[in-house]
DNA sequence: TAGCTAACTATACGGCGTACAGGCTACGGT
DNA sequence: ACCGTAGCCTGTACGCCGTATAGTTAGCTA
């Protein structure tokens, strides 16, 4: 009944459906998720690309498993010794340094479906901080959902989104668009040039993703039942 | 120099951009953005798919002017009798609701490229409003860019994010999410199980948005420079 | 030795974006 | 009356994509 190890093909160990997804990972950081085809995973795998088909239901059923891997990666652990805030505020960093690891989760989390087993572990998480704060059901799921959309809106947003650019593509790319500001019609555009440094520039992404997080959490405190 | 009408070919006036345009946000709106290929769009059109590259460069072309398009519709008229919370309220609205009209195009918004005319146009009436708040123009670029990721992220949030759905596609949907929550292990899942309402329906989208955007706004205002 | 099953391979189909080359129509100049 | 030219479109072909279907092989069990 127990398989033993089948290495007959010469140089590959047989395919396991977390080798493929290891490979996945990997080329979609290297080269985006446009590169994570199933022929392509074929290839990099020494392998027919009908061979992924044994392991994986469809072209879906891969993504959503790869989802699902990037998804474990969240540090679930709260500190119920600190402040609900301060609880939720670490969960939400957590998810946001995850995101920014893999940018091009934020493309595939919005793609419909059923939600993840490691999905449901986040969110149930998340409730819990909420509900221990007072929020009813209702209002713990809405910001809840709130706060993932915004994660993702984080990663998602300007700042160079561009993920996997080498520098000199990005310093073209910000070098077109300030070439585009500065031939603006200054006087329908005043605020724009006023603004063409900060955005053009993309440096300090860590303070932007603070900025995001802090007025997400004084929004939700704003809102909060009762205050602590 | 100036032609005339050239109406030769027997059932057809000829493409326009306008047209081809017109014709695909149709399409995105009835049957989603994949539905919008170069070669799907010239059967509608009664004519070759090549014959669309005389009017765009390329598919992206097509996807930008798509977006720009929508862009435009949102209204740009701020009310300067009103506070600045209001004015940037209405424009947040206005944003918001082009966005649903048309969820396709949060899609379209998130890969990299120039920022178009209708971004440009938009992004300059925010940074004016909050100028005249008093926030900095880095502040302001900050909170700008939140602001519209920050809307992008609410329409693709889970309230059912699955447009054009067919009433019974959806209620099938909710039916089998329900069931996948029924069948959670209790312990482990406790929060979500307690709010499997809440999480399963999305009655209510214009509460959802209102959320959305009071969080926003008040987590903004919260971090405004003089507050009012 | 025969048969079963897991894990692949081979082939093929239809759809995609688009490079390239060719053709047709209407107009302006001569 | 002719023709060049510009604008608009067609035809064909290439190399990708996901995947349905069927065939092959290795090792285990009986």
Redesign the interface.
């Known amino acids: 009944m127990a398989r033993t190890i089948q290495q007959e093909v010469p140089g590959r160990s047989p395919l396991t459906a977390a080798a493929v997804l290891g490979r996945a990972v990997e080329l979609a950081d290297a080269e985006g998720l446009d590169a994570v085809t199933i022929r392509r995973l074929g290839k990099e795998l020494g392998v027919t690309p009908m061979a992924l088909y044994w392991h994986f239901r469809g072209k879906d059923a891969l993504l959503d498993a790869l989802v699902d891997r990037a998804v474990a990666d969240v540090d679930l652990a709260v500190d119920l010794a600190v402040p609900w805030q301060q609880q939720f505020g670490s969960l939400m960093r957590s998810i946001v340094g995850m995101l920014r690891a893999h940018p091009w989760i934020?493309?595939l989390l919005?793609r419909?479906g059923?939600?993840s087993e490691g999905h449901?572990g986040v969110?149930?998480v998340m409730?819990?901080v909420l509900?221990r704060a007072g929020f009813t059901?209702?209002q713990?799921?809405?910001?809840a959902?709130?706060a993932?959309?915004?994660a993702?809106?984080?990663v998602?947003?300007?700042?160079g989104?561009?993920p996997r650019l080498s520098p000199e593509e990005l310093a073209d790319?910000q070098h077109?668009?300030r070439g585009?500001l500065e031939k603006?019609p200054g006087d329908?555009?005043?605020?724009?040039i006023?603004?063409a440094?900060?955005?053009s520039t993309c440096d300090d992404p860590d303070g932007?993703y603070a900025?995001?997080l802090?007025?997400?959490?004084?929004?939700?405190e704003?809102?909060a039942p009762r205050a602590r």
């Not at 713990?140 to 910001?143: E, I, L, P, S």
């Not at 998602?156 to 700042?159: D, I, L, M, V």
Request: net charge neutral; proline share 8%.
């Open positions: 934020t493309a919005s419909g059923l939600p449901l969110l149930e409730l819990d509900r059901p209702e713990a799921t809405t910001v959902r709130h993932l959309s915004t993702a809106a984080l998602g947003g300007e700042p989104y561009a790319r077109r668009f585009l603006l329908r555009y005043p605020r724009i006023e603004a440094v900060p955005l932007y900025f995001g802090d007025l997400l959490l004084a929004g939700i704003a809102m």
